[in-house]
């Protein structure tokens, strides 16, 4: 039996590594956001500094691991047995549930997941233990600590609010102060600014990030406390006078500030967050220790009340979870994935909008605009000038590629440091993960970034992130209390299977994952055009932008014109729907590939842009009409096989498919056109379009006399006439996309 529970314990350390890895991939964003976001360092440097950080924290940590140990359950209540079985519950949920967020590059809280885990899976076997009690005198209370799940429901509504509302404010201010051309208003403020914020970054690494590390013993606490205002006065004076001497010696004040903060906030996460990871694989070898110890061989009988009492992490422990934890910081593309989906809500330009709309984000902009229309109306209009002015972000000073400045990054760091700080001082329930979040939501609000064509997209995406971290609660308890029952009632095969298919699936995840990212192209061109302040080159990586798009669109067009029509010749239901499918996608994917072209319009000489804009739209509007036309074509095809309809008769097929393989000729030669950018065929491809065109129209006049026939077949007639009917469509967008691309491209 203990040979079994030995590899229980096997287990949950492989289950532990890779909960470090889809943890940290998760959690990344609560330190690289700012400093990535506005490129205060190369991303090498970003991410060395942030792995020391994290290896200090976690090797650092005096792991204390009270919350898995006996904060949800009380464990003098449960046997071995029992809680092997939350142990390894909480380990295959928590695995999986994150790398579900990672992938859709949404951050969540490890906290949140943790504690709601062990909420589930204990609710589950306390359900069992109340229904066997003989004696009747249990009750929930005698076995779950509910006080702490409220407290992180409390500390999702407490930390969105305070951070979203100081972030704006703050941010405000400093605009206010240095506005966005920051540089040539620094003189003595940056001195004054330096040192509050390097002073915040020292006094949140005294409360949060070092309060509970290995070399802190219990007179170093009391000095500190005792003196913390002595040590915050002395560090203000000093790091003013070093920010200012910095900024005579011409280096950037607000470069040093962002990297602070960030090794502050990557070894408070390590330090203070390493529990989410490793704190039940450890409370669970500790259990497997004393079970081994006093346990007599039975599972079943030996109460674990020895969880009750403190227990430190040995060192090893600590020192194999920082190497794991900087290895999945620098290796994992998916943690890029998460920052990604901060920094882009964040962004103080308009850029590539991830996120839909939403009724609730529509109702908010409304209200919002006309709250600051009403005020603006009663404001001094002095006061409206000098503020508008302050904020003129057309002088806005940023780092090549970078999606916001340096003053909003510090202030985005400062203020989750000092907040989270001042949160555990005054035992206010505050996570890191919403702390960092909401404050760059309520920084880039006050920077004026959600302009109006963007705020819908942004409001989409912040209240998605928020729901999904009250999603990350109610399914880790759901799914938690589903697994534990399981290996409760599965027994040891039911666990090992579980513990199995939870690796299987994260390998398999990953393998997706990568599959995925390296079909995907990224868009370097667009994120150069953003970048570039030379309107010559926005000129040309447009044209770039646009001819590639349209290429690679010609050929989507011609694989699914040819599918389609072949999935109807040959009655293949199933590359039918895939092309349905596909077609449905590909309208998400124009609408976003037209409002990024549309961004760079308007980034080009204005006097070109009136000259070109209709042919731009046009090519535009062309293509979403050969989208239309696929569809049109699909959907009676699909429609007509799925109901199982008699095929297409032979002499048709023999007579439309020379019609399409000079269609598809026809747009091949276009995407030759366009990437060659030999715009001199035009006119003979156009001539050919004609042609084909009118072979279509004789063609479909045909068919249209035939079904006046009673013995043709009006199902598949009217299939075959509605194809011909739509390809001939097809072809005259395919010559006004040609006309208008030629037009656009060429001077």
Not at 83 to 96: S, W
Not at 656 to 661: A, C, K, M, T
Request: proline residues 2%; positive net charge; charged residues 20%.
């Amino acid at each position: 039996m203990e040979t079994i529970y030995s590899g229980f314990v096997v287990f949950l350390f492989v289950l532990a590594v890779f909960d470090l890895s889809v943890g940290v991939s998760n959690d990344a964003v609560n330190f690289l956001n700012s400093a990535i976001g506005a490129k205060a360092a190369t991303f090498k440097t970003i991410i060395i500094i942030a792995a020391v950080g994290i290896f200090c924290g976690a090797t650092m940590s005096n792991g204390m691991m009270e919350i898995a140990r006996h904060g949800i359950f009380r464990p003098e209540q449960f046997y071995f047995n029992e809680l092997m079985y939350i142990f390894l519950a909480v380990m295959v949920t928590d695995i999986v549930l994150l790398d579900i967020f990672n992938s859709l590059g949404m951050p969540t809280s490890t906290t949140v997941s943790m504690v709601f885990e062990l909420l589930g899976a204990t609710f589950a076997l306390t359900l069992i233990k109340l229904a066997s009690d003989p004696t009747g005198m249990l009750s929930i209370a005698d076995l779950m600590n509910t006080e702490k799940a409220l407290s992180v429901i409390m500390a999702i509504f407490v930390s969105v609010a305070i951070a979203f509302f100081f972030g704006a404010v703050v941010q405000f201010l400093s605009r206010l102060l240095f506005t966005f051309n920051y540089k040539s208003n620094l003189k003595w403020k940056i001195g004054l600014f330096g040192g509050v914020a390097a002073t915040s970054i020292i006094y949140f690494m005294l409360i949060k990030g070092i309060k509970d590390l290995s070399f802190m013993n219990a007179d170093t606490k009391n000095f500190i406390h005792d003196n913390t205002f002595l040590i915050i006065g002395c560090c203000f004076v000093v790091f003013t006078i070093i920010m200012q001497i910095l900024h005579a010696c011409k280096v950037n004040v607000f470069k040093i500030i962002v990297l602070m903060g960030t090794f502050a906030l990557a070894m408070a996460f390590a330090g203070n967050d390493l529990v989410n990871f490793i704190g039940v694989p450890l409370a669970g070898y500790s259990s497997y220790t004393d079970y081994v110890a006093n346990g007599n061989g039975d599972p079943t009988s030996f109460l674990m009340g020895s969880l009750n009492s403190p227990a430190r992490t040995p060192f090893i422990f600590l020192l194999i979870a920082g190497v794991i934890m900087v290895y999945s910081l620098v290796t994992s593309k998916k943690a890029y994935n998460v920052v990604k989906t901060s920094v882009d809500l964040a962004r103080q330009d308009v850029g590539d909008e991830m996120f839909g709309s939403s009724r609730m984000a529509r109702s908010l902009v409304r209200s919002s605009t006309t709250a600051a229309n009403a005020i603006s109306r009663i404001m001094p209009v002095g006061i409206k000038r000098w503020i508008n002015n302050r904020f003129n972000s057309d002088e806005v000073i940023l780092e090549n590629g970078a999606a916001f400045d340096l003053v909003r990054a510090a202030v985005n760091l400062v203020m989750a440091g000092l907040l989270i700080a001042l949160g555990t001082s005054l035992k206010l329930p505050l996570s890191t993960t919403y702390v960092a979040f909401m404050v760059a939501m309520g920084t880039s609000l006050a920077d004026r970034a959600w302009g109006r064509e963007s705020a819908v997209f942004r409001i989409t995406g912040v209240l998605s992130v928020i729901g999904g971290w009250f999603i990350t609660a109610g399914a880790a308890f759901t799914f938690c209390f589903l697994v534990v029952l399981v290996m409760y009632y599965g027994g040891m095969i039911a666990t090992v299977a579980l513990v199995i298919l939870a690796i299987i699936l994260l390998i398999r995840s990953n393998i997706k994952y990568n599959k995925k990212k390296k079909a995907e192209k990224t868009d370097n061109l667009f994120n150069r055009l953003l970048a570039s302040k030379d309107k010559e080159e926005i000129r040309y990586l447009l044209s770039q932008h646009i001819a590639n798009n349209e290429a690679d669109y010609m050929d989507y067009v011609a694989q699914l014109y040819q599918q389609v029509t072949d999935g109807f010749i040959n009655e293949d239901l199933k590359n039918l729907r895939r092309a349905d499918s596909s077609l449905k996608n590909k309208k998400t994917e124009l609408k976003k590939i037209r409002r990024k072209e549309m961004i760079g319009m308007r980034r080009i000489d204005k006097e070109l842009a009136i000259e070109k804009n209709t042919w731009f739209h046009l090519a535009s509007n062309s293509t979403q009409q050969i989208l239309y036309c696929l569809r049109r074509i699909c959907e009676p095809c699909e429609e007509h096989v799925d109901n199982n309809f008699s095929p297409i008769a032979k002499e048709r097929v023999k007579e439309f498919v020379p019609l399409r393989d000079t269609l598809i000729y026809l747009l091949n030669r276009t995407k030759a056109i366009i990437v060659n950018g030999n715009y001199k065929e035009v006119d003979e491809i156009r001539s050919e379009c004609d042609k084909l065109k009118e072979a279509l129209s004789r063609t479909r006049k045909l068919q249209m006399n035939r079904m006046q026939d009673e013995k043709d077949n009006l199902a598949v007639s009217y299939v075959y006439l509605n194809m011909l009917q739509e390809s001939q469509e097809l072809v005259s967008s395919l010559r006004h996309l040609l006309r208008a691309t030629r037009s656009f491209q060429t001077d």
